[in-house]
């Protein structure tokens, strides 16, 4: 857990639910499970094991397209993948529709809607103005056919005034500096600051929002590092709100991530200093930063496993379900790409809290 401070809130106006995602945590795939797919043949393979599962509707491109069609090009691929992500989204937007219709209070659902209409806002801004697909558009708050009747006439009229604001401000700073980054890194600021609001007469989901800050934060840094960026990029893209302050990142100018995962051993980020050797015997830096990532976060939610009034376990079950939904894409992505087993369960994880 982060923090020993950060206490259960009994209430319950949550016991029902609760008592719903009991049923549903004992259909979320086990690790063995994991480690099936990524050991199965093919596409074909994955098949046989979905079907006894929540998944087991797999898209009918995925069944009858050929193998030789799947190897022939990119466009095949590009199909079937569209198709698979399709199918994980709609068991996700499912899954916090069914939850916040049984809720009395779904304040501490939202930032999940949120961060999915942010993603569609993006592919609107870039849409605009680097000529980027707005291919894959997720239902949300916003639905779909609003925003890409908006993307398609360049005109964000039909959105909240909110996201017209958030747009309208960063309009204005690209046309200042045609800097494409500026749109990631303003809606990412402005998504936390609406989760941070909305989540803070929740301390138990406000403390998380706070260290899913801090490790984007620190992956960034890293990889500004990794990539000898210019030193005023890490500036630029820091996210505000988290628990550890832009000073803790030291001079961007002289800070080497080495020396910043030296003082993170002394925070409740530690577990990220330690290097390990993934399932093929090799250290994927990539890889593991991001398992660690969510092991931290995973932690701090494994207290509420075991209480039935509070939303905390309902927070606790989206985060493994949507955990679940990455794992699988990464192990579709992987077979659909070749990819050996042991590199693909070096690139899934963690499975339970």
């Given at each position: 857990m982060?923090?020993?401070?950060?206490?259960?809130?009994?209430?319950?106006?949550?016991?029902?639910?609760?008592?719903?995602?009991?049923?549903?945590?004992?259909?979320?795939?086990?690790?063995?499970?994991?480690?099936?797919?990524?050991d199965s043949r093919g596409l074909s393979g994955l098949e046989s094991i979905l079907n006894s599962t929540a998944y087991g509707n797999l898209p009918a491109s995925l069944r009858s397209l050929p193998a030789a069609d799947r190897q022939a090009g990119?466009?095949?691929?590009?199909?079937?993948?569209?198709d698979f992500d399709d199918l994980l989204d709609?068991?996700?937007?499912?899954?916090?529709?069914?939850?916040?219709?049984?809720?009395?209070?779904?304040?501490?659902?939202?930032?999940?809607?949120?961060?999915r209409d942010f993603h569609?806002?993006?592919?609107?801004?870039?849409?605009?103005?680097?000529?980027?697909?707005?291919?894959?558009?997720?239902?949300?708050?916003?639905?779909?056919e609003t925003l890409a009747k908006a993307i398609i006439g360049e005109d964000f009229s039909f959105l909240p005034k909110t996201y017209q604001d958030f747009l309208n401000e960063i309009w204005k700073e690209?046309?200042?500096?045609?800097?494409?980054?500026?749109?990631?890194?303003?809606?990412?600021q402005r998504?936390?600051?609406?989760?941070?609001n909305i989540t803070e007469e929740f301390s138990f989901a406000n403390y998380f929002f706070?260290?899913?800050?801090?490790?984007?934060?620190?992956?960034t840094f890293i990889r500004c590092k990794?990539?000898?960026?210019e030193n005023d990029l890490f500036d630029g893209l820091f996210i505000i709100g988290g628990l550890l302050d832009k000073k803790f990142f030291g001079g961007t100018g002289e800070e080497s991530a080495d020396k910043l995962l030296q003082r993170l051993k002394f925070t409740p980020y530690d577990i990220l200093t330690s290097t390990e050797k993934d399932a093929s015997g090799r250290f994927d830096e990539f890889y593991e930063m991001g398992k660690k990532c969510h092991l931290v976060l995973m932690k701090h939610l494994s207290c509420a496993r075991y209480t039935a009034f509070g939303y905390e376990p309902i927070l606790r079950y989206i985060f493994l379900k949507t955990n679940e939904i990455r794992n699988l894409r990464a192990v579709f992505v992987g077979k659909l790409h070749n990819v050996s087993s042991e590199e693909i369960k070096a690139s899934i994880g963690p499975f339970n809290a």
């Open positions: 982060l923090s020993p401070k950060i206490k259960i809130q009994k209430s319950p106006d949550y016991t029902f639910a609760v008592a719903k995602i009991r049923a549903w945590e004992s259909k979320l795939l086990s690790a063995s499970v994991f480690y099936q797919l990524a990119k466009q095949a691929g590009k199909t079937v993948l569209s709609a068991e996700e937007i499912t899954t916090l529709k069914e939850l916040r219709s049984f809720l009395k209070d779904d304040k501490f659902l939202m930032p999940f809607f949120y961060k569609n806002l993006k592919l609107f801004a870039k849409s605009k103005f680097t000529k980027v697909e707005a291919d894959w558009l997720k239902e949300s708050l916003v639905g779909k690209y046309e200042k500096n045609g800097n494409w980054q500026i749109l990631d890194a303003f809606l990412e998504l936390y600051e609406q989760i941070l706070k260290a899913e800050i801090d490790l984007i934060n620190i992956k990794k990539r000898d960026a």
